[in-house]
């Protein structure tokens, strides 16, 4: 069948929006008509090259919508069910998945991101990132990729839980392991890390100290559970000094949208004995030395983790994240800040790199 797509053709390019032909759902795959897709920072990484990423590729990796068909074998939807859409879907059966690591699931690596092609664009087979393509009308994936969800939640709220929600609600919760009293400081307070902060408030923490230097952002991070909100690393250093009698932080969770690894020294400096820096920012590949205090942060017995997919188990974690939604113990209404059409992607990601958005979502 047609559909419309985004297509980023060259890094550097503008996404370009235009008529595709989809592939018909084979073994194992459903087609699921989009309703919506955030624009999440990144695909925007495709679009600098600081993530290598195949070209032509189809965008978008965070979306909710409607199965519309099935292929041959697929036993988990039916046509007319309300879906998040996931990358790194979990298969349920390796060693990462069996141990409450599906995240991490060997039969879903990121090696192969974007390896389906159900796309074709000037002749040419198109890629599609996460193996998704949600910036499209219509797009093809495995069953495996699809969580259902319940009709009552609507779509735009539901997409961004294919990744801004989990990731950021995730390295609060699970990575950081936050726990009540604890203090926490989160650099970086966009669509992702707000979540961190809401995380981080559901998990009763004390102190949740946010750093963003654009005035929005620190505005909607104390509607959404910081205690504080500052405009750089330096003052939130001083305000946990201050604040703990120096205890600092117990986690500090980096979420800027590009990370840099010469400053990883300051952000783990922002944290205590014990404690531990969550570096949810993806950096440029090519970026791999790091400024770090080694020695003190053997005797001060850190912790230094990455994170995909917030370590979330999407089959556990959706419908726990959509349950504390209709509880009003997560804010997702708010997260939007405001919404586009296909058409208008390119003006979208100019008000990200702006600064104007907590999310930007594409309604279709
Ligand atoms: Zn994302
Ligand atoms: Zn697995």
Avoid at 197 to 214: E, F, H, P, W, Y
Avoid at 227 to 248: F, I, P, Q, W, Y
């Amino acid at each position: 069948m047609s559909t419309r797509a985004a297509i980023l053709w060259g890094i550097g390019e503008k996404w370009s929006v235009e008529d595709v032909e989809l592939a018909e759902p084979g073994f194992g795959q459903v087609r699921v008509k989009v309703h919506a897709t955030g624009l999440c920072h990144s695909d925007d990484h495709a679009v600098t090259g600081d993530m290598p990423t195949p070209l032509p590729l189809v965008g978008g990796h965070e979306g909710a919508g409607v199965v519309e068909a099935v292929g041959p074998g697929v036993t988990r939807v039916a046509p007319g069910d309300h879906v998040v859409l996931i990358f790194q879907p979990p298969c349920g059966y390796c060693r990462n998945c069996a141990r409450g690591r599906s995240n991490l699931c060997l039969n879903a690596s990121l090696q192969d991101y974007g390896a389906s092609k159900p796309f074709k664009a000037r002749g040419q087979e198109v890629a599609a990132t996460g193996d998704l393509g949600t910036f499209a009308d219509v797009t093809v994936v495995s069953e495996r990729c699809v969580v259902k969800m319940g009709k009552d939640i609507p779509f735009n709220v539901a997409s961004l839980l294919g990744c801004a929600v989990t990731t950021g609600w995730g390295a609060a919760v699970y990575l950081a392991e936050v726990e009540p009293g604890d203090n926490v400081v989160v650099i970086g307070s966009g669509g992702v890390g707000i979540n961190s902060v809401q995380g981080a408030k559901n998990a009763g923490a004390n102190l949740i100290v946010a750093v963003d230097t654009v005035e929005l952002k620190r505005q909607k991070a104390l509607e959404f559970g910081a205690t504080h909100a500052v405009a750089s690393v330096e003052e939130a250093k001083e305000l946990l000094a201050e604040n703990t009698d120096g205890r600092m932080a117990d986690a500090a969770i980096l979420s800027v949208g590009v990370g840099d690894a010469s400053k990883l020294g300051q952000i783990v400096d922002l944290t205590g004995p014990a404690g531990t820096t969550v570096v949810t920012s993806v950096s440029p590949f090519a970026s791999t030395t790091v400024d770090l205090n080694l020695a003190l942060f053997t005797l001060s017995q850190k912790t230094l983790r990455g994170n995909v997919y917030g370590g979330v188990q999407v089959h556990r974690d959706i419908p726990l994240l959509l349950d504390l939604y209709r509880q009003g113990h997560l804010k997702l209404n708010e997260l939007i800040t405001r919404t586009y059409t296909l058409d208008q992607i390119n003006e979208g990601y100019a008000d990200m790199h702006a600064g104007k958005n907590i999310r930007g979502v594409i309604e279709f």
